[in-house]
């Protein structure tokens, strides 16, 4: 039986490179028998977490009544999440960066997600694989804090201009990794 995937995305820039390798990746889950739930962070209204610790004591859900209670309900029904994002200033671009902030909810709650594994893919510019390394150890910490089972991390260098992916065999890479879901 298919695994139900959250696929969180991250980039601002619609279509571009991170979107491309989430839709490859997505092609070959669902080819295999997966299903989708979709959620691109950039795109939605999500208010920075404020730390006012309603959530301790909690189910998992949070006070603030934005669009983050729709990725609340997705990691409830989620059996697998795939992060797709580029890397801003070493780091999630913001909207991503407030969307896992709010997984406090969680934490804080001492609830656990419906998710049992991971992965993250980032994409960025940089060819030196060491500026990712900040990135890696919060994704790997991440996952750890959320009791996830880390399947692996995919670093898609020396990628810029939107669609340069294209020219990476990751895509191809993406497809396959899909399918292992
Ligand atoms: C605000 C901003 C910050 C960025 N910071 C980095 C960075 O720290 N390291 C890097 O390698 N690339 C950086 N980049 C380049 C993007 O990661 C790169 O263009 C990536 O392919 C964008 O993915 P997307 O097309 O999915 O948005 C930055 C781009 C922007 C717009």
């Given amino acids: 039986m298919g695994k139900t995937i959250l696929v969180l995305t991250g980039s601002p820039r619609e279509g571009g490179n991170s979107d491309q390798l989430a839709e490859a990746f997505i092609r070959g889950a669902c080819g295999a028998g997966n299903s989708v739930l979709r ?46 994002t580029p890397i801003y200033w070493l780091s999630w671009p913001a909207g991503l960066k407030a969307a896992i902030d709010r997984f406090y909810s969680f934490y804080c709650s001492e609830t656990q997600t419906r998710v049992k594994e991971s992965i993250m893919v980032v994409c960025g510019e940089a060819a030196d694989l060491s500026f990712y390394d900040p990135m890696v150890k919060t994704y790997e910490m991440t996952a750890d804090l959320m009791h996830w089972e880390n399947k692996g991390h995919i670093i898609v260098p020396s990628v810029g201009e ?16 899909g399918t292992y879901f």
């Fill in 39 to 84: 959620y691109n962070a950039a795109r939605k209204q999500i208010g920075p977490c404020i730390g006012c610790q309603s959530c301790a004591g909690g189910n998992g859900d949070c006070v603030a009544k934005d669009d983050y209670a729709e990725l609340v309900d997705y990691l409830r029904r989620a059996d697998a999440i795939a992060i797709f």
């Fill in 162 to 177: 939107p669609g340069a992916v294209q020219q990476t065999p990751a895509i191809a890479g993406m497809e396959k990794i």
